[in-house]
């Protein structure tokens, strides 16, 4: 891991659905402050990998650890107070609830961080990234646009101040400018606050554009890795990641 000491280090992960092997021995590491990719078809694992990550999933062999810590120790509520943080595919923020009550929830069990006056620090900032989630604050969650869901989801993941940010498919199915403004904030964070960031992504092009190094799953194990701006010109990722019609 170069000169970075490394945070996360997911070694021969093994997971399965039933019959289904879903991740095959995969072995990855990320940084301290580090932005790494992982990139692949549909189906290929990604999700699962980070569900694993987020221990939401039985690990059949293989280990994760952050900063050497083993995870399987953990329960996945108490990940979160380690400082992992998960932004989920789709969007997954409490429609019912208001913009504001949804931010307050991604500190909810936190112990180290002292509610009030901090979880008011942490949003303001997120308001910061986001304006137009300042603006409705009070509305309920559910009536905002896809792009604004998106973003709310991205800032409830960030009031817990991870040290690592888990983002699943971020850019799924929003316009592009709705797209251009998600990553100048994947930008942003990792820049002002230090987060290391492990992010699936299906727009392989804006995903290696931002990171440093990249994974490429296939139907369950790591097919390429390498640094990310090699990667552009690897001929294996253009012909099937940067140049086909899959590539939004
Ligand atoms: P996508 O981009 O479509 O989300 P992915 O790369 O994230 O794809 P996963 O969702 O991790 O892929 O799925 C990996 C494999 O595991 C696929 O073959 C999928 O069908 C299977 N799978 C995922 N979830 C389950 C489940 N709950 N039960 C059974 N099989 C599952």
Known sequence: MSKMGTLLSVENLWISYGAVEALRGVNLELGSGDIVAVLGANGAGKTTLLKAISGLLKIKQGQIFLEGNDLSRFLP???????????????????????????????????NLPAGRDVGIRRDWVFELFTILKERRK????????????????????ISRPRLLLMDEPSLGLAPRIVQDIFRVIRQIHQEDQVSILLVEQNARKALAVSRYAYILETGDISIQGEARKLKDDERVRSAYLGGSGVK
Not at 143 to 153: C, F, N
């Open 77 to 111: 509520f108490e990940l979160v107070g380690l400082g992992i943080s998960h932004v989920p595919e789709g969007r997954k923020v409490f429609a019912t609830l208001t913009v504001e009550e949804n931010l307050a929830l991604g500190a909810y069990g936190v112990r």
């Open 139 to 158: 509305q309920l969650a559910g009536t905002l646009s896809g792009g604004e869901q998106q973003m709310l989801a991205i800032g409830r993941g960030l």
